[in-house]
């Protein structure tokens, strides 16, 4: 992740939201030429020009060979490599309605690489065919198609709707394609063109030019999204049993935008997203995300502006919430269109225990499966302790082997990849490693396939490690590996990592919107890596265990695909609306979940609606469902004008005369942002429309919940009454809250939910109060 930080100064800059048409450019020093995303409206193209390539090429371009992609699906324009000077001139055409340099992206894993079994298998998919008919598009690494999760053994014909194909390039052809994987692309021109100014290129020893994907990444996002019963699943011995994905039937494709150690670039991520709808998926999956939680405006994030065009044509789009957490502000994918999935626990761990000289034995997590330490005890050292901190955190060259040789080394977690240190520890001689959470990381562990017997210990733990070696010149350990315990309680919990909220960008939506399992995932892998995914990591896999809100996603985004086989006529909102209005918000103790990094009761700003609960998701009773017009009020309603708003929509819009409020978007949960500088007690009432799909004469009847401190909600009409005539009807939810109690609260706000139920169905929806200011 060395390149985040360039990343991150560049989302910094481009966040200076300047209106467009504008060219969001970097300083003087800047390479003199780049990658441009310009955003063309395309009813200007001259009748001369046969296609709209042809009139890019023409019209904007110095050399055609320029033009990288050319986009006409979910938005319309191009990208291309241009100076700074040309693409200013490109920006000032009275046909462009924005240009926007292009940026690199990350993906959403922790590099963790561990292994275990699914979340409960979900028993009324696994033998029904639900999901054949389903596509789902997968943006990310690419994927090795050989592995068992991707037969099509007993599969029907493809979707005679498809249209994608199978691309050829290195050691991928059309035979890699088949009725489970029915098409595959890879998209580099970004890249390339980045890598031709000096960006990092793709290393063909070690990538592949082609959807082969090198890094294991996208073959554990599709396979956990889609893939299909692979008994015996497990890495020497760990979780073993059977893997499988959400929807083991629907059909995958498999779109590469992300390069192997040099992230992905806008311009291919757009691409991608162009293709999927084009091609004809159901559901989109992109574990992508800025990273670093720096959230830029919606028109200037690809994965906004890619994904309204594919909601807006029914395409169902999940992504992943960042691993920027515990930190408060740290969700990103923030769009009101999107699913924004964080991560949770699943109730399996592989448990093992540091036994120290002194007797005391510390609890901690191991995916460790070469050769156990025997019991031996070994010296016991901390070179942090008179290293400095590159030392405590095990970086590269930072220990010194007359220290470390022979003995059991403590390292601090953070600034390196936790299985990088286990092998700068190995390099300098040590035997083994334990791993001990910083206070930020608080008591969440995840474990790891490390190249040497290791074990993730807390921050407490941690600590009493390092006091017994200060306070021991002689002080000896060893780890005892306890293999696979299922059954943990309390499961789930909100992954430390998991990215919170408030909103950042639009606090009056609620994000994270719902949490899956995130931590801990077992799911096929490529044979281009190791489990560590570290160059000398040699060992091969057919499946591997990451923990990630990357993970968490491709959950949702097989649920979705579900959703869709069951309810053909479901738009992306309403099957996102039925997987938060019946998340769950007990764990299996039947308590409210509770937060890794703190032990305490979680908050809507850490899980959303709360866990994804699929069985209960196929009959949510009511939805409340959004479409185009909803957005563009949203759009208005937060400020942007019609002309920045064309830029996500690509077609003309106008705001209603009377400035919509933001709360009144149709959305499944509540967030309401009061004026920081308004005092009393301070009220807003909006509005919600809720689609009956149930049975057809219903009575709900409202119950609201409040943490009873200066907070309190009514709603009017408190019954709601479907026949078969009548399937919509409005209510109004009037909030009222003590600004006093909202400004001592530690996270200036309040929580409770409003339900509706009619006797068998509960339609749950969090609401958050809140005193932040609107950025
Ligand atoms: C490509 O990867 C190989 C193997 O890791 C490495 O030896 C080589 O230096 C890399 N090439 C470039 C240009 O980075
Ligand atoms: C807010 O309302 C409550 C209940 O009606 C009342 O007790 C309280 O005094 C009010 N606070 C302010 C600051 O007006």
Avoid at 672 to 701: C, E, Q, W
Wanted: hydrophobic residues 40%.
């Amino acid at each position: 992740m060395a390149a985040a930080a360039a990343a991150l100064l560049l989302l910094a800059l481009l966040s200076a939201s300047i209106p467009p048409p504008a060219v969001a450019a970097e300083a003087a020093s800047a390479a003199p030429h780049k990658t441009y995303i310009v955003r063309v409206d395309r009813r200007f193209k001259p009748t001369i020009f046969p296609t709209h390539a042809h009139w890019y090429g023409a019209s904007f371009l110095a050399d055609p060979l320029h033009l990288l992609h050319v986009y006409d699906t979910v938005f319309h324009g191009f990208s291309a490599l241009l100076s700074h000077e040309r693409a200013a001139d490109v920006a000032r055409h009275p046909s462009v309605l924005a240009v926007f340099e292009d940026r690199r992206r990350f993906l959403y894993t922790t590099r963790s690489p561990q292994f275990i079994g699914l979340r409960n298998q979900q028993g009324l998919w696994s033998d029904s065919d639900y999901g054949s008919d389903v596509i789902v598009g997968v943006l990310d690494t690419g994927i090795w198609p050989e592995r068992r999760s991707f037969s099509d053994l007993n599969l029907g014909p493809v979707p005679s709707r498809w249209k994608g194909s199978c691309e050829t390039g290195a050691s991928f052809g059309p035979s890699n394609c088949n009725k489970k994987l029915i098409g595959a692309r890879s998209f580099s021109k970004g890249h390339d063109a980045s890598a031709s100014v000096g960006g990092p290129a793709i290393n063909e020893t070690v990538e592949f030019r082609s959807p082969r994907d090198a890094d294991g990444h996208g073959t554990h996002t599709a396979s956990t999204a889609a893939g299909r019963h692979a008994f015996q699943a497990s890495m020497a011995g760990y979780a073993s049993g059977i893997a499988k994905g959400v929807a083991p039937k629907a059909r995958l494709a498999a779109y590469k935008v992300c390069w192997k150690g040099s992230g992905c670039l806008d311009s291919d991520i757009l691409a991608g997203f162009d293709s999927a709808v084009a091609d004809g998926v159901d559901v989109i999956s992109v574990s992508i995300g800025g990273g670093d939680g720096v959230a830029s405006p919606y028109y200037l994030d690809p994965i906004a502006v890619g994904s309204y065009g594919a909601v807006t044509r029914g395409v169902f789009v999940s992504t992943s919430a960042g691993n920027d957490g515990p930190t408060g502000m740290s969700v990103t994918n923030l769009a009101p269109w999107l699913m924004t999935v964080g991560a949770g626990t699943i109730d399996r761990t592989f448990p093992a225990d540091v036994m120290l000289g002194d007797g005391r034995k510390l609890a901690g997590v191991s995916l460790y499966s070469g050769k156990p330490l025997d019991g031996k005890m070994f010296r016991l050292v901390y070179p942090g302790k008179a290293g400095g901190l590159a030392a405590s955190l095990c970086m590269e060259n930072s220990l010194d082997p007359k220290i470390v040789k022979g003995a059991i080394v403590i390292c601090d977690r953070g600034s390196s990849p936790r299985v990088s240190k286990g092998q700068v520890v190995k390099d300098a001689g040590g035997v083994g490693m334990i791993l001990a959470n910083g206070i930020s990381n608080g008591e969440g562990l995840v474990g790891d396939a490390h190249v040497l017997p290791a074990c993730a210990v807390g921050a407490d733990e941690g600590d009493a490690v390092k006091a017994y070696v200060s306070s021991s010149a002689t002080s000896t350990a060893t780890i005892v590996f306890r293999g696979t315990v299922v059954g943990i309680k309390p499961a789930p919990v909100v992954a430390s990592f998991s990215g919170r909220g408030p909103n950042g960008l639009s606090p009056s939506v609620l994000k994270p919107d719902l949490i899956a399992p995130g931590v801990n995932i077992l799911a096929a892998w490529t044979d281009a890596a190791g489990p560590t995914g570290l160059d000398s990591d040699a060992r091969k896999t057919e499946f591997n265990i990451l923990s990630g809100t990357s993970m968490a996603c491709p959950h949702a985004s097989g649920a979705a695909a579900l959703l869709k086989s069951a309810h053909p006529s479901w738009s992306p909102a309403a099957i996102r609306s039925a997987m938060m209005t019946t998340a769950s918000v007990d764990d299996n103790r039947f308590q409210p979940v509770t937060d890794e990094s703190t032990g305490k009761a979680s908050t809507p700003y850490d899980f959303g609606a709360g866990h994804l609960n699929l069985d209960r998701a196929m009959d949510p009773g009511l939805v409340y469902d959004l479409g185009k017009q909803d957005y563009v009020n949203f759009l208005c309603a937060i400020g942007y004008g019609p002309k920045t708003i064309q830029v996500i929509t690509h077609e003309p819009v106008t705001c209603p005369a009377k400035k919509p409020a933001p709360e009144n978007l149709n959305y499944p949960s509540f967030s309401v942002v009061f004026d920081g500088a308004m005092s009393g007690n301070l009220s807003k009432t909006f509005i919600r429309t809720a689609t009956n799909v149930g049975p057809p004469s219903s009575v709900y009847r409202s119950q609201v919940q409040t943490g009873g401190r200066g907070l309190s909600v009514s709603v009017k009409p408190r019954k709601l009454v479907f026949t078969p005539g009548v399937s919509v009807q409005n209510y109004a939810v009037t909030v009222t809250a003590d600004s006093g109690v909202l400004a001592t609260d530690e996270l200036g706000a309040a929580f409770g939910s409003l339900s509706w139920m009619d006797g068998k169905h509960v339609v749950r929806s969090p609401i958050v109060v809140s005193r932040i200011q609107p950025l």
